[in-house]
């Protein structure tokens, strides 16, 4: 991680703090809140400067450095420990990717969150009404007012099974599978949840996402070996 962004600052008009940071990212990530940014802090991600009576101040390359880690953290529910090594080879100047092969647009790439409505969802996906309405039915598209880059992915997705003769009524079988492995995470959870702190709450939220992409390699790893006896 770089030097300088721990190095103590007498301040300037480029850098922001916890509450400016909070306005400026919140409309992106709901859930981010002071206690989530320190517990980020805490596990080395972000390292803000610091104002000689210890107030936290961000550089706009600490802003954008804070918005892929929470991109990544909710586009690929990724633990922090594997988002830290992803952000330490870049910091190295490599080109890491993802479990999985994903790669990571540099954080000036990054867009916002998109509201599509239900028609440009459908134009981008290259769908049809039928299709997204059959999606709805099986439960694998919740039906909204907008659509965000989920809903697209998927749509995107069926549109291509669909090719395949696979149709969104032969998958209904995946929300019940997602519902199961929701009740195993907050199982675990079960124990962090009791404590009603902010802090608590932030750290039940990394946990939340480590299990998930702990299940999610479990899934993979399933489907490979079966896909290897075809």
């Known amino acids: 991680m770089p030097a300088s962004s721990a190095a103590r600052v007498p301040g300037g008009s480029s850098l922001l703090s916890i509450g400016q940071v909070l306005a400026r990212l919140s409309p992106e990530f709901p859930d981010l809140t002071p206690s989530k940014l320190r ?4 596990r080395q991600l972000i390292t803000p400067s610091r104002t000689e009576s210890g107030y936290r101040k961000f550089s706009p390359a600490d802003v954008e450095r804070l918005r892929l880690v929470l991109s990544v953290q909710r586009d690929y529910y990724l633990p922090l420990k594997v988002i830290r090594a992803y952000l330490d080879d870049l910091d190295a100047g490599r080109e890491p990717q993802l479990p999985g092969g994903a790669s990571v647009p540099l954080p000036s790439m ?5 509201r599509l409505s239900r028609e440009e969802l459908i134009r981008e996906a290259g769908a049809n009404a039928m299709l997204l309405q059959d999606a709805v039915t099986a439960s694998l598209i919740v039906p909204a007012d907008h659509y965000g880059d989920d809903s697209l992915a998927v749509l995107k997705s069926l549109v291509e099974l669909q090719r395949s003769g696979i149709e969104p009524r032969h998958l209904r079988g995946f929300r019940a599978a997602a519902e199961r492995e929701l009740g195993l995470i907050e199982s675990a959870l079960i124990p962090i949840a009791r404590r009603k702190d902010a802090s ?4 039940a939220q990394e946990l939340a996402r480590e299990i998930a992409g702990q299940l999610e390699v479990v899934r993979s790893s399933l489907i490979r070996s079966a896909l290897g006896r075809l």
Do not use: T
Request: hydrophobic share 40%; glycine share 0%.
């Open 110 to 114: 990054l867009p916002a969150e998109r």
């Open 39 to 42: 517990f980020l802090e805490e």
């Open 200 to 203: 608590s709450r932030a750290k």
